[in-house]
């Protein structure tokens, strides 16, 4: 599988953005998919994950009510809306999956647990 992202860019804080990632391989459909960010100076962090068959979604605390992940398997595309955006969001933000299976709050964290990432897209929130 193959991922790549898009729809990154600059927006002021209280602004909307929304992330895409496409994805290749007829059996996309089959895998879990998550974001993970990257801030200047800080390690990968988790952002929001969803189960292959969109059955369960997970979100961190800190995006929790503002995003919304998402998933289109006829388009082999993820998802992510961004809301409400904050400084604090800007980072590069990463899609990544791994083959479809158990998936529990504690796996879609797990930066480890992914196979396939895609090679970012930053977003910048000015306040």
């Known amino acids: 599988v193959q991922l790549q992202a898009s729809g990154g860019g600059l927006v002021q804080a209280g602004g909307s953005l929304r992330l895409s990632c496409a994805a290749s391989g007829r059996t996309f459909s089959r895998y879990d998919t998550a974001w993970f960010r990257q801030a200047p100076g800080k390690e990968r962090e988790f952002v929001a994950g969803?189960?292959?068959?969109?059955?369960?979604?997970y979100y961190a605390d800190s995006v929790k009510d503002r995003f919304t992940i998402s998933k289109d398997n006829t388009l082999n595309t993820v998802y992510l809306q961004m809301n409400s955006l904050k400084p604090e969001d800007t980072a590069v933000y990463y899609c990544?999956?791994?083959?479809?299976?158990?998936?529990?709050?504690?796996?879609?964290?797990?930066?480890?647990?992914?196979?396939?990432w895609g090679q970012g897209t930053e977003v910048t929130v000015s306040s």
């Open positions: 969803i189960m292959w068959s969109g059955g369960s979604t």
């Open positions: 990544a999956a791994r083959w479809g299976g158990y998936y529990s709050e504690a796996l879609a964290r797990a930066v480890n647990e992914y196979n396939y």
